[in-house]
């Protein structure tokens, strides 16, 4: 069963630090990129982060450029996202993906990506 399984979410205060993991199952997915969305509640999904097949390069939204580092070992199937210096509107429910086709560069909207995970919350008080 080819699945994604994030962990690491949780609650913070603001100003704190989470690593969130996403382990996929299933088959190899070193040839294609990833990527972090998340949801907060009452908006639609958004773009995080995304990160080439290689992890030698990466994109991120502007909320988070600064604050969120996305990395990925492929030897171990593996992608993160460290999550620094979070804020109040960074409460969400994240999820990762893996994008439809190895030849999407650095993809940033949902639809180039073909299978998720079933999300992690992560919760950040004032």
């Known amino acids: 069963q080819v699945q994604l399984v994030e962990s690491g979410g949780g609650l913070v205060q603001a100003g704190g630090s989470l690593k969130l993991s996403c382990a996929a199952s299933?088959?190899?997915?070193?040839?294609?990129?990833m990527g972090w969305f998340r949801q907060a509640p009452g908006k639609e999904r958004e773009f995080v982060a995304t990160i080439t097949s290689s992890g030698r390069n990466t994109y991120y939204t502007e909320a988070v450029k600064g604050r969120f580092t996305i990395s990925r070992d492929n030897a171990k199937n593996t992608v993160y996202l460290q999550m620094n210096s979070l804020k109040p509107e960074d409460t969400a429910v994240y999820y990762c993906?893996?994008?439809?086709?190895?030849?999407?560069?650095?993809?940033?909207?949902?639809?180039?990506?073909?299978?998720w995970g079933q999300g992690t919350q992560v919760t950040v008080s004032s």
């Open positions: 299933g088959r190899t997915f070193s040839r294609y990129a």
């Open positions: 993906a893996v994008a439809g086709s190895s030849q999407s560069y650095l993809p940033r909207t949902n639809d180039l990506y073909d299978l």
